[in-house]
Each structure stands twice: as C-alpha cells, then as structure tokens.
C-alpha cells in the first residue's frame, strides 16, 4: 500500500497575513488552518491523499489578497481558497473567485449583507454578534454608547446596524470617530480625552489590528477602567488581548461564537492538539477556530464529492454541520453563511475571557 505522501495531493490556497497589521489575528488564522491540516493528514488524507496547502503572504495589504487570489487560481490551478481577515480585502477576492468560479472560505466576522454563491461565509454577523452585545451593554452598563472604529468598509458598516440596535432599545450614540490601521497611541489622545469628558456607559470599538492595541492601552493610559466603563468589541480577541496585557484589558468586553475558555471536549481536545503543535494556546481566537472548523468541513465535503468541484463541493456543504471547538454549527443553505453559538465575554484580571452570556441556539 502507497503511503499518503507519495499520491497526488488536494492542493487548497491559504491566503492569511504573517506580516503587517492585522498579522496577529491572521497568523492565528493560518495557524487554525495548518493544524486542520495536520490532524486530516495525520489520519489519511481524504479518500488516502494529503491535502497540502499553498501559502501566500498579502502582507494585510489589501490590493494583494485579490492579486495573490488570482495567482492561486491561475498559475497554481488551485480552486479552493481560505482566507482574509478585513472585510475591504474579502471585497478585493470576491470578483476573482466569482469570476474563475473557485470556492473561496471566509472564516471571519463581519458586517452582513452580502451573498456570493463562492463563498461560504464561517465567521458571525451583526444578528450574531451585535445584536446581543447592544442588549448586554444596555442591561449592564446604560445606553450611552461612544463609537471608535478603524476607517474601512467593517466598522462604518457594523456601527450603522449597531447604532439601529441601540435606538431601538433607546439608546443613544454618544460620539463616532474613525481612525487609520496604521494608528498608534498618540493618535487616539483625543478620542480618548473626548471619551472622559463625554463620560459613555460603554464604548464600542471596532478598531481592528495593531491599531486595536494602541487604543487600549491609550485609554489605560488617560485612566480609563474596563471595570466602570468597558470597551466592548467583536473583533478583540485573545492575541490583542495578550498583546495588550491584563492590567490594561480588564473589565472589557468582546461578543463571539468561540472563546478560549469554552468548557467543553471538543474544545479541550482542539487546545491541546494546537498547543502540541504550536506550544502555547495565547493565540488562538475566534476567527482562528473558524478557519479551523472550516478547512475540516472542506474535507468532509471532499470526502463526498472526491473531486474539487465548485459546483459539487458547494452542494455537499450546503446544510453541513460540524462538531466545533464552539459547539455544533451549520452552513445555512439559503446564504452560505453559517448557524454559530454566540457568546459574550468579559476579560478578568488575569487577561482571561470569562463568558458572561450564551445565547442558547446557534442563530444566523
Ligand atoms: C472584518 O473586517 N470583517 C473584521
């Protein structure tokens, strides 16, 4: 009998940033994807060949996810891609995957409203996420609520249904600013000095990357305290938490489907697996479970169709569900996107998510 390694392998495209600003939550993105790798692989392949990934750098340049996305397709014949992270950089791989007809993975949160039959979207959207952090920030906190995002398509978008979700619970939007990528601390004085003089219940940042960091540790800094007033988030996760430190992180708050302190098997067996391989879980984070539980559906998929066909590949995930680190999913169907759990966390003095709240059903 051949052994997996000498068959012809699955290649799939991995399009995640090691380099740039938002590296941190990518390279923990890539990293769910490679240890989904390993773990099918290590028990045969799928129907007994490896899959092997290739890998590209975009460097969280935006412009080079669509190009790079182009040269998977094109010069690596490659038609399943896994990838990004910024919603401006999903845009620029939309037109390519729909163009050359690939499968392209999108295992990250974002604003909603958008439908490609290339895409099987596997992060949360605003029902998901938004939502339920709008009605705990009101119940626990107050209604006054400061905006901050990173300026691209993401913040401007989550803030407009945010902003909806607390109207209608009669809140209000006490300030909205936006910020570059690149920001550093200095940058975000103002903002944070306007925070202490507008005095918010909450603020919700949708500041993303490294510029995510520097907000934090600039409100810090200017004295605020995540105990009194949070900064409440869905894209602040375990590696910019760890980057920011404990001190500075208490007391605030992210809404999502995956946490590192989920209490279950499945997840205990996903950090110990990701620990063997990579020596350390501070990384791992929503959207690098994601990526992980979306590579293992591709290969049950696979599985079934036995050739990386859009159209079939497509038809075998469409109402598939998964055993994740989070709890049970399901790609819906009628949208591509998928039923997740959805959970809100509050970081404790130790730089840990402690879950405040679970929504019962998996929701879309
Ligand atoms: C995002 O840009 N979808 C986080």
């Keep these: 009998m051949k052994g997996i390694s000498s068959l012809e392998s699955w290649k799939i495209g991995l399009l995640f940033s ?210 009194k007033c949070p900064i409440a988030s869905l894209t602040t996760n375990e590696g910019e938490i760890d980057a920011i430190g404990p001190e500075a992180s208490a007391g605030h708050i992210t809404a999502a489907p995956y946490f590192r302190s989920v209490n279950s098997p499945a997840n205990r067996r996903f950090l110990k697996a990701y620990e063997e391989k990579f020596g350390s879980t501070v990384d791992v984070t929503s959207c690098c479970e994601a990526t992980y539980s979306q590579v293992h559906m591709f290969a049950l998929a696979l599985e079934e169709t036995g050739e990386i066909d859009t159209e079939c590949l497509r038809e075998a995930l469409l109402g598939a569900s998964f055993d994740a680190p989070q709890g049970q999913i399901k790609i819906d169907p009628d949208n591509n996107h998928t039923y997740l759990q959805s959970r809100i966390a509050k970081v404790d003095n130790n730089g840990e998510f402690v879950i405040e709240a679970k929504v019962r059903r998996a929701i879309t």
């Design 18 to 227: 090691v380099t740039g600003v938002t590296s941190i939550i990518e390279r923990s993105q890539l990293n769910g994807a490679l240890l989904a790798i390993d773990q099918i692989n290590a028990k045969g392949g799928v129907l007994g060949r490896p899959l092997e990934p290739v890998r590209y750098d975009p460097a969280s340049v935006v412009k080079r996810y669509g190009e790079l996305a182009e040269k998977l397709i094109v010069e690596d014949k490659i038609s399943v891609i896994f990838g990004c992270y910024m919603s401006s950089s999903r845009k620029e791989v939309l037109p390519v995957v729909e163009r050359r007809n690939a499968l392209f993975f999108y295992p990250t949160l974002y604003e909603g409203f958008e439908y490609s039959p290339n895409v099987i979207y596997g992060g949360a959207c605003p029902n998901q996420n938004s939502v339920p952090l709008a009605n705990f920030l009101m119940n626990t906190y107050g209604k006054r609520v400061f905006f901050v995002g990173s300026d691209y398509i993401y913040p401007r978008e989550s803030n407009r249904v945010m902003r909806n979700v607390l109207r209608q619970g009669g809140g209000e939007v006490t300030g909205e600013v936006y910020f570059d990528l690149e920001a550093e601390a200095a940058d975000f004085s103002v903002v944070v000095d306007e925070i202490m003089k507008v005095k918010p219940d909450a603020i919700f940042s949708t500041v993303v990357g490294q510029a995510c960091i520097e907000f934090y540790k600039a409100y810090h800094l200017a004295g605020g305290d995540g105990r």
